[in-house]
């Protein structure tokens, strides 16, 4: 029997075809990984715009003593400033400790990356000039 030194043509496209696999399974895993990172920070972006956009909505709250048109124009004035936000205003009455509060319910959203959507929503008492 002769002793043949060497790999044959089947064990090279074997071994090729096991690297592929797990070269292939540890790009995807990066990859995936990269696309998180980049969403998760377009998000950071998103929530801080949302906060900015809260903030300078609420900076001026003697606005609030207004009427609900009043209102809603001073938000709409805000709210133009910003790309992809948009508002949401509802009156509600909340009863805290037995006493009815009438509030401006206050949603702002911004839309990010793919149609993803952060939103913030607080409650300013009517006539609120603190």
């Not at 399974?25 to 980049?38: A, E, H």
């Not at 207004?66 to 938000?75: A, K, M, P, R, T």
């Not at 910003?82 to 805290?96: G, H």
Request: aromatic share 8%; proline share 1%; net charge neutral.
């Amino acid at each position: 029997m002769e002793n043949n030194k060497g790999i044959t043509l089947i064990e090279i496209i074997v071994s090729i075809a096991i690297i592929g696999i797990i070269s292939l399974t540890f790009l995807s895993i990066f990859s995936d990984g990269f696309i998180n990172i980049i969403a998760s920070g377009k998000k950071s972006k998103a929530v801080a715009k949302t906060r900015l956009v809260m903030n300078d909505m609420l900076s001026d709250k003697n606005k609030f003593s207004l009427d609900e048109n009043g209102v809603e124009s001073y938000l709409d004035s805000v709210i133009d400033n910003y790309d992809n936000t948009n508002y949401t205003l509802s009156s509600d009455t909340k009863e805290i400790n037995e006493k009815e509060i009438k509030v401006y319910r206050l949603t702002v959203k911004v839309t990010y990356y793919k149609d993803r959507k952060v939103s913030l929503t607080t409650a300013i008492p009517k006539g609120s000039s603190q």
